[in-house]
């Protein structure tokens, strides 16, 4: 990963690539190493969805991977700034229903998902995070075929 600060489009996807990777795989230091110390995370329309540093964000995601195992993102648009990324895609996996409001449930989400990320010094100093919650819920209140 670069330790200057992306200016391009190549080092902007690398360092993407290391953090979706590193969440795939429920590898939390590698994924932590992607982001600035101060970094802000926050998922839009999760309670207790806002977070500022590496180890608010490291619980975070601690409970992230407990209720949900990603098996796919589909990617649909990369928009690019000076220092920023908006990247829409289309995310597949196994969710624990208590991640999405859905006690006792348990099954496969595919929904779309939005992410703002913001750069400095070579890694992610913000992310902003907007999922269709929605979606997810009804698949999991859905009956079993």
Not at 18 to 46: M, S, W, Y
Not at 58 to 77: D, I, N, R, T
Not at 101 to 110: M, P, T
Not at 118 to 136: H, K, P, Q, Y
């Amino acid at each position: 990963m670069s330790t200057t600060t992306p200016t391009n489009k190549a080092q902007m996807d690398q360092v993407l690539a290391d953090h979706f990777g590193a969440e795939a795989a429920q590898d939390l230091g590698g994924l932590l190493a992607t982001l600035t110390d101060d970094a802000e995370h926050d998922v839009v329309g999760v309670p207790d969805g806002l977070h500022h540093g590496n180890q608010a964000i490291a619980g975070f995601y601690q409970q992230v991977f407990a209720l949900l195992k990603q098996e796919g993102v589909e990617p649909l648009h990369r928009y690019y700034g000076d220092d920023f990324v908006v990247d829409d895609v289309i995310y597949s996996g196994e969710a624990d229903g208590a991640l999405f409001g859905v006690e006792g449930r348990h099954g496969k989400v595919s929904f779309r998902m939005l992410h703002i990320i913001e750069f400095r010094a070579g890694r992610m100093s913000r992310e902003n995070v907007w999922l269709d919650i929605e979606t997810a819920r009804r698949q999991l209140l859905e009956e079993p075929s």
